[in-house]
């Protein structure tokens, strides 16, 4: 597991044509378009782990901002993505840490220390009940990786 | 036995009535918390643009246009979850934030622009005012995947209510004394609106912040038990 660099794995936004539209980019790879398209507008990091790619992209919407991270193969295909994030609140991302052999941690949001574990091939997992609150992810009955956190609420004021 | 089978008949209409109010309660917090976040997206577009007209126009600086743009947008946010209901505030108080601050989006945004390496007080003049530039349109940027989910929200909301408003018509047009039923019919909707209302406050001051189930919960019996009494009372 390691770390990529800007040269080997980076992305080109796509400005959005309406205000709805989820801002995506293109994925650049040894700085060669790919043509391959995913959902978000700043590569936070690019993780390279076996045969495939996570990435972590945010959408450059400083004060309601949401972390996109997608989990790919080597050719590319989008193989399972989550986001998270909460109406009127946002996150930094910040602190992300490799621990061998398939673990990731970072800090974005909800004050806790986020972790995603990774599979080389779909686990089962229970929709809705797996994944910590405002983690949200397309309805599956398997995914390639699992995110794992203790988000807080805002204090009351 | 004729007064027992009265008595459950009331029972039963009470209760269809309650329900058909809180297809009302439902349809009007599905359609406040969308009309607020629309209302967010239009204002704090107005403000970027604005900014970007006074900084062309020379009143202010592109330093002064960040730092507005920072304030400005915290304050317009906690407005609008001022006006949401219950249910949306707990939705929007589920995750503590963790802001920005200028400093940190100056450095991302001159990364962003110039790449990774690259240093803000390195910038030239021109650089670092776009630098700033970048930072008040991102702030007149919402997130387009909750205000579309809200939009969608929306257009159930006005169903709702729609199927509420079409159920007091049949139930005034089919009754015998009809200005009695319209009365009745306003005050139990009325009612398990207001109670759904007070009642997801209510499971937000005992809940906490941040638990929308809870609220949710609190709002569909605030509603039920509010449109219930006034049948009762009618």
Redo the contacts between chains.
Sequence with gaps: MRKLS?KELTIRFIE?TT?????SSEIIINQSATGNVISGA?LEAAVSWNDFYLLFLT????????LSIHFLDKELKLLDSA?I????????FTSLQLIKPNTLTF?????TDWTVKLFDKPTLTLPFLSDP??VKRKLALSNYFKVLGS??????K | MTAIVNNEKNIFDHTIRSLEAEIANIGVHLTIDPTSRQTYARQIKVMADKLRKDVTSGKITWVQAAEQAQETRNLIMEIIRGRSTPVGRAMAQQLKSEGKTLNELVARKTQQLHGNNAVFKNLSSIQQNSVYAGIVKSAGKSNPRVTATMRKLSYAGKGLIFVSIALSVYTVATADDKIDTAGRELAITGAGISGGIAGGAVAGLVCGPGAPVCVTVGAFVGGALGAFGIGFVW
């Design positions: 800007e959005c205000e709805l539209a989820i801002p700043v959408d450059d919407i400083p004060q309601e901002d949401t986001t994030g909460a109406m009127y609140s946002t996150g930094s800090r974005f949001i909800g004050d609150k405002c988000p807080i609420p805002e204090p009351a």
